[in-house]
């Protein structure tokens, strides 16, 4: 029987754990234990990794951000001023100090140091049968989170199988993207070596711990954000010929509760909904709180509980979907034809003065009876997961880097088994059959067309801003966008400072 693995219930009272959450550079306390003296059986090592997974928490940020930062969101909320950091991204004019992008970097360098206390040497190792798995799936969440740091910030301090002290830290210098790279690299290797997939019976069966296919489907990004293509298709091929995954058959239900850890989940953040919090400590939460934030403000009827219109699809988005796919309506919430099909007026509902397109996020976002049946605090704790990797996303990167290396065959096949799950015509490159629709080969026209199908499969899951950066397209789609500056956010001032001035900024901040 599958047991399925709190990531945030457990609140570590030693000291250790809390390194580098509420400052990167705050890593030196006085310590009550260190590594040698904690590690002394399998279950401290357990709860260690539990520790590393427990930022995974913060990937609300990262989310927001991946949308509202692009021609797909705005910020929405209750005002201008309500989580003006998001408002500032959203409008381009963001700078060196707004607390979401402070937020981005001590997260994952919190997650970091906790991955690194578990993996540096110790003069007194303990083994056991399960250490090796441990250590692979703290190597993926080190992955993970520099992954995070780099797409965001370019070059960063590279710190491995180490706690560094304040003094130590003023002496290091952000270390080049190509090399942070390449740790991402070996790190999620030597896990790909040692984890075994979640079909196998080797796996430790625990929802939310990760797996070789994991470990396997973030590689692949790494290398397609690299334009390492060959890498990138062999290792997604890898994934997919292992035949463990498949596209789960109804994308209207895909991001319900009740449907997670299906066929197509590769890697998740597993909420849970037993346990509350409060908006002074949201990284302190169990539950996903994206799915209160973007509910309908002021709402009051049969379908979803109230919520506070965060991260709002734009009319963009919503024109930018082929007729007749239904993903349309999955992700983008007609408030006003959703208000009529209940016999309400428009104004049966609040408008935040932080922005209103007519729209809400409808992959995220809180059913009424979640809010009636769950605790009190519900805004902040619903157990619905992020979807981090699925199965389409696999495809959809494979049939990019197969059209890169030339195999155009295969990445219109990959591409179409994206579209045949909902139902929408195939491409094809003989025009002798129906539908006859006439489909240029050449690399570009194909790569138009991924990048169209990633828009409309992924929208609304954090993904499109990056993905816009790293095809050159983010001047033309992004209003305010300046080339040059904004493919990166700036290294937030107040780590800066704790630095003493050694980090140099981005260009243009």
């Not at 009550?32 to 059986?41: G, I, S, V």
């Not at 609300?60 to 692009?70: E, K, T």
Request: net charge negative.
């Amino acid at each position: 029987m599958k047991k399925a693995i709190k990531i945030f219930s457990i609140i570590l009272s030693l000291s250790i754990f809390s390194i580098g959450c509420s400052k990167f550079l705050d890593l030196d306390p006085p310590y009550t234990q260190d590594a040698e003296n904690f590690f002394l059986n399998e279950s401290d090592y357990l709860r260690a990794l539990t520790g590393a997974y427990d930022l995974l928490q913060g990937m609300f940020v990262s989310y927001w951000i991946g949308d509202i930062a692009s021609d797909n969101c705005i910020a929405g909320g209750e005002s201008a001023t309500d989580t003006e950091g998001l408002h500032q991204i959203e409008a381009m004019n963001h700078g060196a100090v707004n607390i979401e992008l402070r937020s981005i970097m001590r997260f994952n360098y919190c997650g970091i140091a906790r991955c690194n206390f578990l993996l540096e040497p110790k003069e007194n190792e303990i083994d056991f049968p399960s250490k090796a798995t441990i250590f692979a799936e703290a190597k993926f969440l080190r992955a993970f989170y520099y992954f995070e740091l780099v797409k965001f910030f370019g070059d960063i301090p590279l710190v491995i199988d180490e706690r560094l002290g304040v003094q130590q830290i003023q002496q290091l210098e952000r270390t080049p993207a190509s090399e942070v790279y390449a740790q991402i690299e070996k790190d999620l290797n030597d896990a790909i070596a040692i984890l075994s997939y979640k079909s196998e019976s080797t796996h430790s069966g625990i929802k939310g711990r990760v797996d070789k296919g994991a470990a396997l489907g973030l590689l692949g990004k790494v290398y397609l954000y690299q334009e390492n293509w060959t890498a990138a298709s062999q290792t997604l091929n890898t994934l997919i010929n292992s035949g463990n995954y498949s596209l789960a058959s109804d994308y209207n239900t895909l991001f319900l509760k009740e449907n997670e850890n299906n066929s197509e989940t590769i890697f998740d953040v597993e909420y849970s909904d037993q346990e509350g919090g409060s908006y002074g400590c949201l990284i302190c939460l169990e539950g996903n709180l994206t799915v209160g934030y973007q509910g309908i403000r002021q709402y009051d009827g049969p379908t979803y509980g109230d919520g506070n219109s965060y991260n709002l699809p734009t009319e963009d988005l919503f024109n930018s979907f082929e007729n007749y796919d239904p993903r349309r309506n999955a992700t983008c919430l007609n408030i006003s034809t959703f208000l009529s099909s209940q016999g309400l007026p428009d104004d049966a509902i609040g408008i935040g003065a932080g922005g209103h397109t007519g729209f809400y996020n409808h992959k995220y976002m809180k059913s009424r009876d979640e809010m009636l049946n769950g605790i009190p605090d519900n805004d902040l704790t619903s157990g619905v997961n992020y979807r981090v990797i699925r199965y389409a996303d696999i495809l959809l990167m494979a049939a990019e880097a197969s059209n890169e290396i030339g195999d155009t065959a295969d990445a219109i096949l990959k591409l179409n088994t994206v579209r045949n799950r909902v139902g929408l015509y195939l491409h094809q490159i003989d025009v002798t059959q129906p539908p006859w629709n006439s489909l240029s080969t050449s690399q570009n026209s194909i790569r138009e067309l991924i990048y169209r199908e990633r828009r409309s499969e992924l929208s609304c899951e954090g993904h499109r801003f990056f993905d816009l950066v790293r095809t050159g397209k983010a001047a033309e789609k992004i209003n305010g966008f300046v080339v040059g500056k904004h493919e990166l956010f700036p290294i937030p001032q107040d780590e800066i400072d704790l630095a003493g001035g050694n980090w140099s900024q981005n260009p243009g901040y």
